[in-house]
């Protein structure tokens, strides 16, 4: 089973930019698709960003679109979340999820917790305002 480690977190300020990277060991990283979720305190872990194993398909959670940009490196099994125009309501604790051949060429239907395996332990993002 893959596993996951995060890195990239830290303290913005508001419309400031982090750029979060998780990667992946102990698995083919070419076969899995990759999630990002986050939980802010007392609140649920959400849905942030996803991108398919094939053909690169990705999707956001509606409040990140035009700001958030996931991307993966295949040769580095390593999966990004560049993070622009950060507001304070982006505070939260950002994992990495992994699942093996989950969706095709696209994903057409919002990712939810379950759709994953594979969890890292997080990383702390904290926007000033």
């Known amino acids: 089973q893959v596993q996951l480690v995060e890195s990239g977190g830290g303290l913005a300020q508001a419309g400031g930019s982090l750029r979060l990277s998780c990667a992946a060991s102990?698995?083919?990283?070419?076969?899995?698709?990759m999630g990002w979720f986050r939980q802010a305190p007392g609140k649920e872990r959400e849905f942030v960003a996803a991108i398919s194993w094939i053909g690169g398909s990705t999707y956001y959670t509606d409040s990140v679109k035009g700001r958030f940009t996931i991307s993966r490196n295949n040769a580095k099994n390593t999966v990004y979340l560049q993070m622009n125009s950060l507001k304070p309501e982006d505070t939260a604790v950002y994992y990495c999820a992994a699942e093996k051949f989950l969706w095709g060429h696209e994903i057409t239907t919002m990712p939810t917790t379950g759709n994953f395996g594979s969890w890292g332990l997080g990383t702390q993002v904290t926007v000033s305002s």
């Open positions: 102990r698995g083919s990283f070419s076969s899995y698709s």
